[in-house]
C-alpha cells in the first residue's frame, strides 16, 4: 500500500512538473485561425489569431479541437488543422551560443545547411515537436517576434538548432 501510494504521488508530482503545450496558427494560406466558444465550427467566433499573434496555452483537448487560454480570463476552441504545438525552450549550449540551420536541401543533412541566426545562451525559443527531423528540432519565432527590418516589419525566422544547444522550460 505504501508503494502504490509512494507511486501515485511521484506520477502525480512529475505530471505537475511537465511544461505546458501552446498552441499557434499556420503562417501558410490565409495565416489565421478561429477561436470559437464551443468546440463545434457552427459555434460563435470569439477572436481571430493571425501569424502575428502570441502563442496561447493548450488547457485541454476535446478531440480535434484545443481548448485555448486566450488571456487572463477568457478561454476559447481552435480546431487542430488551423494550428500547430509548440514547446519553450532556452539556449544552453556548452558553446555559449546555438546556430538556426536552413534545411533548403532535405537530401542534405541539416548540420550543413546555411547558418540563418545565431542565438546567445539565454534565449527562449519556440520548438515545433511535430516538424523534428532526428536531433534537429525546428525553431519558428512566429509570435514572438523580437526583431523588425528597416520597414518596420516583423521578421520571420524559422530554422532547424540541435537538441544538444536546448532545455525545456515552462
Known sequence: MKKMALFLTVLLSSAAAQAADY???????????????APDTR????????????????????????H???????????????GFIVHNYVVASPDGSANVRNNSYPEEPIRQGEIIKTLPNGTRVQIAPAFRKGDWLWYSNQGAYTEKNEYGHHVLTQGYIHKSQLRRVE
Open 68 to 82: 485555448i487560454q486566450l488571456d487572463g480570463h477568457r478561454t476559447g476552441y481552435v480546431h487542430q488543422s488551423q
Open 43 to 66: 459555434s460563435k467566433i470569439m477572436t481571430v489569431l493571425d501569424y502575428e499573434s502570441k502563442k496561447h496555452k493548450i488547457l485541454s483537448k476535446q478531440g480535434k479541437w484545443f
Open 23 to 37: 498552441f499557434l496558427p499556420y503562417t501558410e494560406c490565409d495565416g489565421s485561425a478561429n477561436v470559437r466558444v
